[in-house]
């Protein structure tokens, strides 16, 4: 298996599906599976029974974000736009994010 270099907390831009082109804020990483969760992407509708629950006593339909595959999405900054990402090691020895590609190759992402 390969490293996952995109974490909770980034920005995100989905490049295939349904919400193509939504950009969101990755809510969850299940690297094991290899998805993900992206805020305001892939909404799934669940209906509760009445009772079935305490935050639910009366029922109806719950939204929520639904897990999506990790090559769905590219790493998204307003800045370079979407880039691949890759990894580096920096002067202090610690390794790196960097962008990957001709455009914006070797910018440093964190």
């Known amino acids: 298996m390969s490293k996952r270099k995109i974490r909770k907390g980034d ?51 719950v939204e929520r974000v639904g897990l999506m595959d990790i090559s769905n999405v590219m790493f998204y900054t307003e800045e370079l736009g979407a880039v691949r990402l890759g990894r580096q090691h920096a002067e202090d020895g610690k390794r790196q994010r960097v962008a990957r590609g001709s455009k914006h190759g070797g910018a440093v992402i964190d």
Do not use: N
């Open 11 to 61: 920005t995100v831009k989905v490049i295939s599906g349904s919400d193509r082109g939504h950009v969101g804020e990755v809510l969850e990483v299940l690297p094991a599976e290899g998805k993900l969760r992206v805020e305001g992407a892939r909404i799934q509708k669940k209906h509760i029974k009445p009772g079935r629950s305490a935050l639910h006593p009366d029922g109806g339909i």
